[in-house]
Structure formats: C-alpha cells, structure tokens
C-alpha cells in the first residue's frame, strides 16, 4: 500500500514565523504535490515537483516555497506566514508511468494567528 | 488549461434513493478520476476512468466517461449513510499532463 505521511496534522503559528511542512512518500514515486484546500475552493495546486531538486509552480505558489533534496520527501516551506495562508495542506504523490492517480497524505490543518 | 465544473456543489438525499453527481471539463482529456473525503479526512482514490466509454462500480457507487461529451458522472444506488462525504472529480491540467485539477467538489449528505 502506498503510503504518504504529512509531519503534523495540527499547526498553530504566528503571523511572520518561518513555517515548514513535510511530507514523505514510501512507494518511490517521482511526482509529488502541494495542495491547499479552503471551503468553497476545492484543491489549488500550490508547487509540484517531477523529480529530486526539480519543482515548478502550481496555480497558487505566492507566498510559498518548497524543496525536494530526496526522492521521498518533499517540503513545503512558508517564509514569512500570513492569516491568509490559515487552510488545510494536503501533499500528495504518482509515478510516472503515465495516467496515474495521485495518493494524498493525511493533511495538515495550519492556523495561522 | 482544463476546468473541471461539479454539480451539484450540495446534495441531501434520503436513504434509498439514486442520485446522479455529474462533472463537465473544458477540454480533451484521456482520463478522470473521482475522489472521496470524509469531514477532516485526506482524499481517497475512488475510481481512475482511462477511455471513452469507461464505466466502474464499486458497492452503490458507479462511475462512467464520456470524452465526447467531457462529462463523467457518479451514480449512487440506494444510498446509505456510510456514503455521506465530500466527492471530487479531477483530470489532467494539461493533455497528458501529470498535474490535476480539481472540482470544488459535491457535499452529499445521506438522511436516514
């Protein structure tokens, strides 16, 4: 079973603190994802990245930054958090033999006050 | 780049009953996949559609594709409870593409 871990499930921070999420995949997929997720909104795409130290940028990449040193792992970093960017973080992986489905991470809730 | 439209966006049906969710995208696409979230959960891969013509069933849920028409539908069958969640559509950004966008998804409550 593919297996995508997200490092908290809760985050509470305050505005201008440097906040990272990580997110680790176990099936040795190439594609990994961020998403955010608000009520009304659906998903936005956030970053994505097809392989180690590759990324390019989603529908919604102000604000954010991301990493991806290892196949596995792929951060999502917030360089000077703001309210607005208070939702839920969804990381999510495929490989890359074409038409594949994505798997998602459990989530992380970010609140930023 | 593709756009993906879900109706309807809520929908409360009693047990028992069919209902039909429906999802229309703007441009060609060689697959569509469906997605299901319960209330503080991730998503779960329910149905991945690769052809014209596709049609999957799992349990009370059936999803088909039409890629002439761009539209893929979820039926429920006699819904239950257990089916209450958030249903998404998703096909590729771009032809081919692994990128995905995404309905903004059908709130489907089942009422006993």
């Known amino acids: 079973d593919v297996k995508v871990t997200q490092s908290s499930r809760y985050l509470v921070k305050r505005t201008g603190e440097k906040v990272f999420l990580e997110c680790v995949q176990d099936m040795d997929h190439e594609n990994m994802f961020w998403y955010r997720q608000d009520p009304g909104l659906g998903l936005r795409l956030i970053y994505f990245?097809?392989?180690?130290?590759?990324?390019e940028k989603g529908d919604i990449p102000e604000g954010y930054s991301v990493s991806r040193e290892k196949k596995e792992r792929f951060s999502l970093i917030l360089e000077s958090a703001s309210t607005n960017q208070t939702s839920m973080y969804l990381c999510a992986s495929s490989p890359n033999r074409g038409r594949a489905q994505q798997y998602f991470g459990p989530g992380t809730r970010l609140t930023v006050t | 780049e593709l756009k993906v439209e879900q109706n309807p966006l809520f929908l409360s049906m009693q047990e028992g009953k069919n209902y039909t969710i429906y999802c229309n995208y703007s441009t060609t696409s060689d697959r569509l996949y469906w997605y299901r979230q319960d209330p503080g959960k991730s998503l779960e891969s329910l149905f991945v559609l690769l052809s014209n013509g596709a049609v999957k069933q799992e349990g009370r849920l059936m999803a088909s594709l039409d890629t002439k028409a761009r539209l893929s539908t979820l039926h429920i069958t006699a819904a239950v409870h257990d089916l209450s969640a958030t249903y998404f559509c998703?096909?590729?950004?771009?032809?081919?593409?692994?990128?995905?966008?995404f309905g903004t998804g059908t709130r489907l409550t089942i009422i006993p």
């Open positions: 998703a096909g590729p950004a771009n032809f081919g593409n692994e990128k995905l966008t």
């Open positions: 990245s097809y392989d180690v130290k590759m990324k």
